[in-house]
């Protein structure tokens, strides 16, 4: 077949471009070329992965937006009553900071402990990043969340309530870490009612820390320096209750299947 | 090449898998079995849900439990009850199992709405999964599997719940699919891999009592698949000697299809066997007893 040439069917326009003879275009071989183009740039897509990074950031899309939710309502109600309770000389602060520290918690218990709930492990568990990233990305992801709140709420009312600020760090950090080693404690424990003897536990735990700092008033007869040193243990014990809830995360899927 | 070298599973004393040893190429493998042969245990083997109690199981050589992630890269697995998360929507759940599988963004989405297609469901991207049938929910579950281009697929019991034409038209989807990757689907369906499966496995108390094409299985019973007319007496009789395969009333008695070494009644003929009086044949007592 004789080839046409260049100029029957494309001219240069005014700007540079080439522009084509409509007359000659046929849509079904436009069709194919576009099809051929698409095939070609999925099959570049797929031998690219994500990176761990990209996977970690990419599950806060999935994190459901009632866990967002309720964190920034508890974040918002701490900041109304404390504001509130400034104008009664900060008496109460502690107590308030204690409920919304293990509220927080608890209320990030069913998103941590979704998996097992849908019995959506064995699919999870088959994939590239398997149950224990998927975990750890979810740990990740709702601990900074807390945790970028939590500065922005100990800056804020350290200046409201005239108080010292590493005062305020340790109010929420202490009824915080301690509702998380009650919850973790009893989830590692991987029994098939672990989440609700989970929160109930830390439901019990939030009413025992209410009374201590309001009642017993423990922040006062307990000196700051020794809180600090509790506080340091406790992140050691969550470092490693997390890490045995990580390693077991495949072998939740083999305890399931053994129940059933 | 997939090698199940003398895998068993033991549960306390009891054997669920018996030192199985297999080795799959490309290509669709049908496994079959009553309920409770231990076929899912088998299949949770080679997903690394379930680790062996005996033997090991290497794909290209490598150990799948040492493989880790590069083995989970090439792995496509739909279990037998699949787990959702209510709140999300179809498309939703596809990407948050395309992020799992570690697929880059633009890549998931164009895989997930061409999968979405693929198994029908592209009117219901946006709807939520808990509103879905058990047919709808079942093709979201194979969407989810072949959603990083496998290279083992893995489907346990993938047809329950789908109705006739769905049954047809993930047939034909499997064998599309078949051409480049090891398919193993569990059953106790018989036509669902009858027609699909290059080689069929018959799986009874844990072990593999036999393997090979349909023409080699049914060549098995040549000469042992009678259809003989009798009367309701001789009918009772033959139930409880021989097992039938298939019993019809007709005009002038009862046609009965059974299987037997020896000729069962003087007007009892010879007749071809299919892959149903294979599974019967070995799952006689089993299949009654379902």
Redesign the interface.
């Given at each position: 077949m004789k080839r046409r040439k260049g100029a029957d069917w494309a001219k240069k326009s005014k700007t540079g471009y080439i522009v084509m003879d409509e007359s000659v275009l046929k849509p079904e071989r436009l069709e194919e070329t576009v099809a051929l183009s698409k095939r070609i740039l999925?099959e570049r897509?797929?031998e690219?992965?994500?990176g761990m990074l990209?996977?970690i950031f990419?599950?806060m899309r999935?994190i459901?937006k009632?866990t967002w939710a309720v964190k920034a309502v508890v974040f918002l109600g701490m900041f109304l009553a404390l504001y509130g309770i400034r104008l009664e000389e900060g008496k109460g602060a502690d107590q308030v900071i204690a409920v919304a520290a293990s509220l927080l918690v608890l209320t990030a218990m069913p998103e941590i402990w979704?998996?097992i709930r849908?019995?959506?492990?064995?699919?999870?568990?088959?994939?590239?990043?398997?149950l224990k990233k998927?975990y750890l990305a979810r740990f990740l992801l709702l601990g900074m969340a807390d945790l970028c709140m939590a500065t922005v709420f100990v800056l804020c009312t350290s200046r409201w309530l005239s108080s010292p600020f590493y005062q305020i760090a340790v109010w929420l950090l202490v009824p915080y870490n301690s509702m998380l080693i009650v919850c973790l404690s009893i989830m590692v424990l991987r029994k098939r009612t672990s989440e609700s003897m989970a929160e109930a536990g830390g439901a019990l735990w939030m009413a025992a820390v209410f009374w201590l700092t309001g009642y017993l008033h423990i922040y006062e007869k307990v000196q700051l320096f020794m809180w600090g040193i509790l506080l340091a243990f406790s992140y050691v014990y969550l470092g490693f209750v997390i890490g045995k809830i990580v390693k077991n995360a495949?072998g939740l899927?083999?305890v399931e299947?053994?129940r059933n | 090449m997939l090698e199940i070298d003398g895998v068993s599973k033991k549960?306390g004393d009891f054997y669920a898998v018996e030192h199985v040893h297999l080795q799959l190429e490309k290509g669709v493998y049908g496994l079959l079995g009553a309920n409770g042969a231990g076929k899912t245990t088998l299949m949770?083997m080679i997903?690394?849900?379930?680790?062996p109690t005996e033997g090991e199981i290497r794909y290209e050589g490598a150990p799948v439990l040492k493989a880790g992630?590069g083995y989970?890269?090439v792995?496509?697995?739909?279990?037998q009850?699949?787990?959702?998360?209510?709140?999300?929507s179809a498309e939703?759940y596809l990407l948050?199992?395309a992020?799992?599988?570690?697929?880059?963004?633009?890549?998931a989405k164009?895989?997930t709405r061409e999968l979405l297609q693929l198994v029908s469901l592209e009117k219901a991207g946006k709807k939520k999964v808990k509103n879905f049938s058990g047919g709808m929910k079942r093709r979201l579950g194979i969407a989810?599997a072949v959603l990083?281009?496998p290279e083992i697929l893995v489907l346990d019991e993938p047809t329950a719940g789908l109705d006739p034409k769905e049954r047809i038209r993930f047939r034909n989807l499997i064998s599309e699919m078949a051409e480049e990757r090891i398919v193993l689907l569990s059953t106790h369906i018989v036509s669902d891999v009858e027609n699909i499966a290059n080689k069929i496995l018959i799986m009874k108390n844990g072990k593999i009592q036999t393997a090979g094409g349909v023409e080699r299985l049914t060549g098995e019973l040549e000469g042992m698949v009678w259809k003989c007319l009798m009367t309701h007496e001789e009918a009772a009789y033959a139930e409880e000697h021989y097992t039938v395969c298939n019993r019809k009333k007709e005009e002038g008695g009862i046609m009965l299809t059974l299987i037997s070494k020896e000729k069962p009644a003087v007007n009892a003929k010879v007749v071809m066997p299919s892959l149903e009086d294979v599974y019967m044949y070995y799952f006689g007592e089993e299949a009654e007893e379902e």
């Open positions: 999925m897509e797929k690219k992965e994500a990209e996977f990419g599950q999935f459901s009632g979704k998996n849908y019995q959506a492990m064995d699919v999870e568990s088959c994939t590239r990043f398997g998927a495949n899927s083999e299947y053994v | 549960f949770r997903c690394t849900l379930l680790n992630e989970r890269k792995l496509g697995y739909l279990p009850d699949f787990g959702y998360y209510p709140q999300f939703e948050y199992i992020a799992l599988k570690g697929m880059k963004g633009n890549y164009a895989r989810q990083n281009d």
